[in-house]
């Protein structure tokens, strides 16, 4: 079974509108992180966000959030004020702490365009 | 500071080439990661190590050999590659101490590799 399911390929979003990336994740591990990273074409895999399995409260970092349900065992990435520099893949990733150790678990991806 | 550098940016080689790869951070970080990322992919993971010592080897062909010469230091030696190794070649980094839920991993800007 996967470990990260991200089931939107591609998104668009309109420049200054709010856009939320879908991820889910399966784990029987209690204790887990969650991780979203953001890779232009460039290539750089660049970390926004992170939710631990405990956390009670939604992660922020300036305009992105994380909707965090973890009965439905969901990260979806939130990102507000959409800017033409968010055009990029994102990726949804895992780490289960007593399971897998070092070992990242990472969705298939979402590649956002943002139109002028 | 959250940097990571690799070294080079680009490499073309032919198939009977050695070539190397080479990854560096100062943050303190003990674990130390190579992955392997075709287009429109998420990255595979290849080699973890963690505190100088090779802890997880995803059943990579030997035609790649890591080495961790220091804590700060990773590098990637390339043998008899075949073309379907063309690929980005990203490296990471991560604390590995304490509490692993928030472990979070810091990539580099990755060498892509063309082999001829």
């Known amino acids: 079974a996967q470990k990260i399911t991200q089931t939107q390929p591609g998104m668009f979003v309109q420049e200054k509108e709010a856009v939320t990336l879908d991820c889910t994740y399966d784990t029987s591990d209690p204790s887990y992180g969650l991780f979203w990273y953001k890779q232009p074409s460039s290539g750089e895999m660049i970390f926004l966000i992170y939710?631990?399995?405990?956390?009670?409260q939604n992660a922020t970092e300036g305009r992105y959030s994380l909707n965090f349900q973890k009965a439905r065992k969901s990260a979806n990435l939130v990102i507000s004020a959409s800017q033409l520099g968010d055009s990029a893949m994102y990726f949804c990733?895992?780490?289960?702490?007593?399971?897998?150790?070092?070992?990242?678990?990472f969705g298939t991806g979402t590649s956002l365009t943002v139109i002028p | 500071d959250t940097e990571v550098t690799q070294t080079p940016k680009h490499l073309v080689m032919g198939m009977t080439n050695k070539k190397s790869l080479k990854c560096e951070q100062h943050?303190?970080?003990?674990?130390m990661y190579w992955y392997k990322q075709k287009a429109k992919k998420p990255p595979e993971l290849m080699f973890v190590?963690?505190?100088?010592?090779?802890?997880i080897n995803e059943s990579v062909p030997s035609r790649f050999s890591p080495e961790c010469p220091n804590s700060s230091l990773l590098n990637l030696h390339l043998h008899a590659l075949q073309p379907e190794d063309s690929a980005l070649y990203l490296c990471a980094s991560s604390q590995d101490r304490g509490d692993r839920i928030t472990d979070t991993q810091y990539f580099g800007p990755g060498t892509r590799l063309t082999v001829l």
């Open positions: 990733a895992m780490r289960e702490v007593l399971f897998t150790g070092n070992q990242f678990y």
């Open positions: 943050m303190g970080h003990r674990a």
């Open positions: 190590y963690s505190y100088e010592k090779l802890s």
């Open positions: 939710q631990g399995s405990y956390d009670q």
